[in-house]
């Protein structure tokens, strides 16, 4: 063969092979393992999540949303095909138990009023409990079932810690979420996700709190997105004293107040910005002791979730790994990028 013209072929073969890695299969917008994560699955769901337009949102915040959402439903993939290998898909009778769970607050009206206004059919729920239902039970499976937290870890971290459980006032255990239109420079969140501006900060917390109410974790928004020190630790603030709130205004401190452990509160405006606020429980004044059951449960809480949450992310992060992911979107917003519309 001709020298020249096998050149040629070399260089042809790359052009194609370039070409082939930015064409995305037509209504694809990623694809885990050679399982296609398509473009009307990805609006389908966006709708369910999002279903009214966030105020004064425009099309890169919009683009931003699909991108997040994405990317959680390429890791859902991953764990779902891994559950599925170890047989642990849930079965008809999980998803029936979880529905009627759902439904026992409501009448069968207001029940179907709530999933017509997330616009999603019984299917669609049902679709998704199954793909939550699976990966907690790898996650149960793989991750905690092997976490052991014994009466020494619980005494040490008791005897290290003594002082958080000696208050002289009254105290309340809480979590926040902040959302500012200033950030810090110096506090990070897991997706490195600051507001800029008043607007971006309101459909920020808007967005947040609406996940919330959706049922995901408050921990991991707090450690995804929350704009305060706190984030790190899913906004865990511990344990505050009464005196504590005594710099907020009356009617926050009212909110506070009046939000049930295990509640969270809506979104409190501030001048500095926006909180949602969670009330885990409310102590009085004096020492706990380590004979305390309340003492010792929430001493095994915070180990449990320390570990799980560094385990999650490590398999998470492994699972990853060994996948094959190509996330077609992501491509297009790169290779478009700076491109006028």
């Given at each position: 063969m001709n020298r020249y013209f096998a050149g040629f072929l070399v260089v042809l073969a790359a052009l194609l092979q370039l070409s082939c890695k930015h064409k995305a299969p037509a209504g694809v917008a990623a694809e885990v393992n050679g399982h296609a994560i398509t473009t009307v699955e990805l609006d389908k769901i966006y709708q369910t999540q999002y279903p009214e337009p966030i105020e004064q949102s425009n099309e890169d915040q919009v683009m931003a949303q699909r991108l997040d959402l994405l990317g959680r439903l390429i890791t859902t993939e991953i764990m779902w095909q891994q559950a599925e290998k170890l047989g642990l898909t849930a079965t008809d009778a999980d998803i029936d138990a979880e529905v009627n769970k759902s439904r026992a607050p409501y009448t069968k009206d207001e029940f179907d009023k709530k999933l017509a206004e997330r616009h999603m059919s019984m299917d669609d729920l049902r679709a998704q409990l199954r793909r939550d239902l699976t990966v907690n039970k790898l996650i149960n499976?793989?991750?905690?079932?092997?976490?052991?937290?014994?009466?020494?870890?619980?005494?040490?971290?008791?005897?290290?810690?003594?002082?958080?459980?000696?208050?002289?006032?009254?105290?309340?255990?809480?979590?926040?979420?902040?959302?500012?239109p200033n950030p810090d420079a110096n506090v990070r969140n897991l997706k490195n996700n600051k507001a800029q501006n008043a607007s971006e900060a309101k459909a920020k917390i808007q967005d947040i709190m609406r996940r919330l109410q959706q049922g995901d974790d408050f921990n991991m928004l707090a450690q995804s997105y929350s704009e305060d020190p706190t984030a790190p630790n899913g906004g865990d603030m511990g344990f505050v004293p009464a005196s504590g709130l005594e710099k907020l205004s009356p009617d926050v401190r009212n909110?506070?107040?009046?939000?049930?452990?295990?509640?969270?509160?809506?979104?409190?405006?501030?001048?500095?910005?926006?909180?949602?606020v969670k009330v885990f429980?409310?102590?009085?004044?004096?020492?706990?002791?380590?004979?305390?059951?309340?003492?010792?449960q929430n001493i095994r809480n915070t180990l449990m979730n320390r570990k799980e949450q560094m385990l999650n992310a490590a398999y998470y992060e492994v699972a990853h790994n060994a996948a094959k992911v190509v996330?077609?979107?992501?491509?297009?917003?790169?290779?478009?990028?700076?491109k006028s519309k």
């Open positions: 499976r793989e991750i905690t079932s092997h976490i052991i937290i014994t009466d020494s870890d619980v005494a040490s971290f008791f005897n290290a810690n003594k002082g958080v459980f000696n208050s002289a006032e009254p105290t309340i255990h809480m979590a926040l979420i902040l959302v500012t909110k506070i107040d009046t939000i049930q452990p295990g509640s969270i509160s809506g979104i409190i405006q501030m001048p500095d910005g926006y909180r949602i429980e409310r102590e009085p004044a004096g020492q706990r002791e380590l004979t305390d059951p309340r003492v010792q996330n077609y979107l992501a491509q297009q917003v790169v290779d478009n990028a700076g």
